[in-house]
């Protein structure tokens, strides 16, 4: 919150996959200082949340989302809200506010937002996560194996691994539920309002690009539609809490200033045409 200004907008921050509502606190530090507060909660089984590291669901975790929204405007009334999700948290903004009883916030903010699909990916990986929640949902996998960069901010990464509350193993049933929402935000893509932001990094390797360009095309689509996406040539999954974070946060910002303004940092001058000829 604010110390010595009023609250002049609010966003309410939802983390992503086996992560938790840590995640917005390095922004909020900055985000403050231009009289925003940052409301943030640990989605159900992840965090320090009940039952963490089982899958609640879609439905659920919009369900919370909602009530969470009212919350904040009953406390903060004619203060504008926005609602920002990074990856998974994307995802489930993503789901929740194309809802016909979705409440009305001054803008939708979507950080890497995750639309990987299991259309979109190998069937190999559509078969195994699919035989696997049905067969071993309890089985385990540990993403040591995997050689993916999330961020260029091995400090941060670092501490995350010696953070008890994220999850460093996930249980199979939870990732195809995963994939099951980013599918269900995918498809509903083309609905999203123009008063959404949508931040991604050019060197994203856990959400790809053409699985993001795929929403990006749907959104060109639509008609009446024309969000506002800004791609960082220097950013990774973790925009927000990359070497460079300063970056998209200033650009939020600005945004929310004036949503029809170009954003500082320049990011949003290509960034559809460069991802869909990807």
Same mark, same amino acid.
């Given at each position: 919150m604010p110390d010595n200004q009023p609250v002049k907008r609010i966003i309410i921050a939802l983390h992503g996959f086996n992560d938790y509502s840590n995640f917005i606190n390095a922004s909020a530090s900055q985000l403050v200082q231009s009289g925003v507060a940052t409301y943030a909660y640990d989605q159900r089984g992840f965090?320090?949340?009940?039952?963490?590291?089982?899958?609640?669901?879609?439905?659920?975790?919009?369900?919370?989302?909602?009530?969470?929204?009212k919350i904040i405007k009953q406390r903060h009334p004619g203060i504008p809200v926005y609602v920002l999700g990074e990856s998974m948290g994307g995802a489930v903004v993503m789901v929740t506010m194309t809802q016909k009883n979705a409440p009305k916030v001054s803008g939708l903010i979507l950080a890497a937002p995750a639309v990987w699909a299991k259309n979109t990916m190998p069937w190999y990986q559509r078969?195994?996560?699919?035989?696997?929640s049905y067969t071993l949902p309890w089985l385990k996998l540990s993403p040591n194996g995997l %050689?993916? *960069?999330?961020? =260029?901010?091995?400090?941060? +990464?670092?501490? #995350?691994?010696?953070?008890?509350?994220?999850? %460093?193993? *996930?249980?199979? =049933?939870?990732?195809?539920? +995963?994939?099951? #929402?980013?599918?269900?935000a995918l498809n509903v893509s083309h609905r999203l309002p123009s008063n959404t932001l949508i931040l991604y990094?050019?060197?994203?390797?856990?959400?790809?690009?053409?699985?993001?360009?795929?929403m990006l095309a749907r959104l060109s689509k639509a008609r009446g539609i024309a969000p506002k996406v800004a791609v960082y040539a220097q950013g990774y999954h973790m925009l927000l809490r990359d070497l460079n974070a300063q970056q998209p946060?200033?650009?939020?910002?600005?945004?929310?200033?004036?949503?029809?303004?170009?954003?500082?940092?320049?990011?949003?001058?290509?960034?559809?045409?460069?991802?869909?000829?990807?």
């Open positions: 965090g320090g949340a009940p039952h963490a590291g089982l899958w609640s669901g879609a439905h659920t975790l919009a369900k919370d989302l909602l009530v969470f929204i078969w195994a996560l699919t035989l696997g %050689k993916i *960069t999330a961020s =260029d901010n091995l400090a941060m +990464l670092r501490k #995350l691994g010696r953070d008890p509350l994220i999850i %460093k193993e *996930t249980r199979i =049933d939870a990732m195809h539920g +995963l994939t099951q #929402l980013m599918g269900l990094g050019e060197h994203d390797e856990v959400i790809p690009k053409r699985p993001t360009a795929n946060r200033s650009d939020i910002v600005s945004w929310m200033n004036n949503p029809k303004a170009s954003l500082p940092s320049g990011a949003d001058a290509r960034s559809i045409e460069w991802l869909l000829k990807e």
